[in-house]
């Protein structure tokens, strides 16, 4: 089951940053950098951070043929993923549950604290978009208002990490993880749930 | 005295970063990844160059809850720490102090060469607030015309690496260090010292 | 041989940086950050996901002598630079066919995959412009409609791996894996080869 999902998420990633590269103009090389970024940008600085080698795209590099054929036809057929859009958010919502909790459960794994194990399946899940924003040069936008994501993720990671801590059976705590992580995404791009605004504080005196 | 410098340090980065994060309207997610970009984004990009794992946040996750709670008060009471904001350089001078000579210190335990110590020095004190600049979409402040700040990095760290080659002992020449970045930061803010002008190049030919 | 290209290389991609970082209008802390990412971002990534450590910078510290002095006199010496400009583009493309060929070559003794082999010779090759160019808050330029640059990379590893595969003795390999780089940005440059465009995908519904 795992591996299905995680072709079809990181598929689903590619897809969303073809679309996100052609529509800065980038010639093939960007968009294949880009597909490269969502896809893979959280879960490396995850290995990285981790101490996790071989990073797990250079171990498994089926993802990378993946990615770089969605990078590869979406140039030479746009209109193909351009019309896959409005459904890219569900298997991306199943790969933001599927990677956020293995976020958590690797870095439970290399013996982290609770606390960065939950941190870990936020940064899996979301730091990919985050890179790719930053590379075309735009405000990321999971840190502005839109439906929930890395929330989902953070919820989520806590939801495995509080019961792994109370002795529930690993797998078992990693399926009512994942559970709770695309329950809220669905929920929140359903019902464009957002986080409260904040107020903002006073410009600095001076 | 050490690890106190470094939680009030810790804590006056994470403030600025969730001021950085409010002036650009994130949520809280985004004022919580800007928090943890300035406050953590130096050191752990020493630690994963100089291959010391666990990293730093990681090994010591107190760092990592004071940054969280900092992040989500600040969003929830951003007065309170724009009124605090006037007064945040003194933490964040003693941080750049300490952060800037431990840099140092831990690439010279590595076994790097000198200079690259003192490369460490500036990374681990200044590229937080580089990485911050970069996701908030800005260019890096410390590059542009302002009160010196990596160069007392700079000067601090290359203190302390010429009096440990001159074999003076480890944490009198900490000491040292720390007290050469502190002083000229102080100096810095109090009478604006900035790097002379650079003459600018001629635009390409052609 | 190699040596002398690398130095050369080095130097090249240095004096990008402290022009970049010049017209941007940053002080010395910025001009030399930039110099620094130019000049050792693509590797640095390299080392840091193949766990190849020391990174090749802390390992051979004249590199970063090189670099710093470069970065120092650029400041102060703008018009030398300026005028070296016109022709930088030769020993960056030799840099380029160098770089890209090692990346590849590291990447195959670290047991990586093939295809994973060539990404790791277009990452050496290309991402220290691509992270100065994000520091820089611009667009990457290898991304967009230019002459060719990392496709040279892909061609040049591509040609490199094929032939290693077919078992062609690994120095004369990569010598054909440099050439293959070198001359095609020669004519790159030369004749103004670019990617074809590709069709813009449509907007997302809605």
Known sequence: MYPVIEVTAVAALAMYGVLRGARKDFDLVGICYIAFAVAFGGGTLRDLLLDRHPIFWI?????????????????????????L???????????????????????????????????MGVITGSCGGVIADVICNDLPSVFQRSPLYATCSFLGALSYVALHALGVDSSAAMAIGVTVVVAIRIGAVRWNWQLPPHTRPGEPPG
């Open 85 to 119: 859009e409005p459904i890219l958010w569900i298997p991306d919502a199943l790969g933001l549950g599927l990677f956020s909790i293995l976020g958590a459960v690797y870095a439970i794994d290399c013996g982290t604290g609770r606390f960065v194990a939950i941190l």
């Open 59 to 83: 171990e498994n590099d089926h993802l990378a043929w993946i990615v770089m054929a969605i990078a590869v036809s979406g140039a030479f057929l746009p209109k193909l993923i351009a019309r």
